[in-house]
């Protein structure tokens, strides 16, 4: 155990957390730092953790989604000794859901060709009433039913990681970090001394390394969901839907269904729109017709941290500034092993995978 390094953590998104976390587990002195800017991806994300059925063709991110699956039941053992039990986490499965079965031939052909090294996705099996393990779909879809999929509450996962680290001596402030030309740390304008930095500020990423001379790669995409409640339905084992057009569903405990999310270029704009409100309800009741009398009870708003090819940025940027971030749409599922990584790359110590792939140094240039 490392008793000797001071960090400090500029984010407080789930990469962040699992990193103070992680750091307060090893006796690291650690502060997290965090603007609380509207739009922040944790607090919006679905929670779905199926990482099976994407990434076809590049296998490092594939293997990162599929890492983070597998860590979560090693997280949730670790927070649950530290009086941490509210995660949302459960497996509840996932239906991939068509209107004609050869359209499912493809993720079909791909999750056989995958199971043989990864078991925990469970059983593949056709079932062609959907509709009865998740009431509110049309009747007559067809559907794959997957039983090792999970779904997590990303707020739950998060508050828990940093009252965790909390309780460890972590401490969690509100304000803007910002770094000098020569690389120091700055919080409301005044130094804050470290012996490393975990940069985990999501869509924000570029702008606070900029003035390191670095222009890392990354923007926001807008992910706009809806959280419907279905009075008098059990929904909280209800399982995954993944349909191959139209918006993902998924049930949580208090008759709640969510519903999203939408995909939008529109950089920091943060505003819940007619628009996409409109797309992810007429999509979603075309698909389970059950859910037409749903009462609308929130519309969350996520800018997803994405980069130019979709992959993550993970790694040392330079000195000692470590970053996690680029997840997309993947936050939930990989954040919390992100957040594991850059905490032993702060501390100095191998990480659990190969991360150059990831790294930062290809995607980053210096100015002149």
């Avoid at 739009?39 to 199926?50: F, K, P």
Wanted: net charge negative; with cysteine; proline share 7%.
């Amino acid at each position: 155990m490392r008793t000797d390094i001071t960090a400090v953590v500029v984010g407080s998104g789930i990469v962040g957390a699992s990193a103070a976390y992680h750091l307060s587990l090893n006796g690291a002195a650690v502060t997290v730092v965090d603007r609380r800017a509207t739009g922040q991806a944790t607090a919006a994300g679905a929670g779905i953790i199926c990482p099976w059925v994407d990434h076809e063709g590049d296998d490092d991110w594939y293997r990162l989604a599929l890492e983070g699956t597998r860590f979560y039941d090693s997280l949730v053992e670790s927070l649950a000794e530290d009086g941490e039990t509210e995660t949302g986490h459960a497996r509840v499965g996932a239906l991939l859901v068509a209107d004609r079965p050869g359209e499912l031939a493809a993720v079909d052909a791909l999750l056989r060709r995958r199971r043989g090294a990864a078991p925990d996705m469970g059983t593949i099996s056709v079932t062609d009433r959907p509709d009865a393990l998740f009431p509110p779909l049309r009747p007559g879809a067809a559907a794959i039913h997957l039983d090792g999929p999970a779904r997590v509450d990303g707020r739950a996962v998060r508050d828990a990681l940093l009252r965790a680290a909390s309780r460890r001596g972590a401490r969690v402030r509100q304000g803007t970090a910002s770094f000098t030309a020569e690389g120091g740390l700055l919080v409301d304008g005044t130094p804050l001394e470290s012996d490393a930095v975990v940069v985990a500020a999501g869509a924000w990423t570029g702008e606070l390394c900029r003035p390191l001379g670095l222009e890392v790669p990354m923007r926001a995409r807008r992910g706009q969901i809806v959280h419907l409640e279905l009075p008098g339905a059990e929904t909280g084992g209800w399982p995954i839907v993944l349909p191959r057009r139209g918006p993902y569903l998924l049930g949580f405990p208090g008759s709640r269904v969510v519903l999203g999310a939408t995909v939008e270029e529109a950089g920091f704009d943060a505003r819940v729109t007619a628009g996409g409100v409109g797309e992810i309800l007429t999509t979603g009741v075309e698909l389970a017709p059950g859910l037409t009398g749903a009462t609308l009870v929130e519309t969350r708003v996520g800018l997803r941290p994405v980069t130019g090819d979709g992959r993550p940025l993970i790694g040392t940027l330079a000195g000692g500034v470590v970053v996690a971030g680029g997840l997309s749409a993947y936050g939930l599922t990989a954040g919390p092993y992100a957040g594991l990584i850059v905490a032993r790359l702060a501390l100095r110590e191998t990480p659990p995978m190969d991360v150059e792939p990831f790294s930062p140094q290809r995607k980053t240039r210096t100015d002149a």
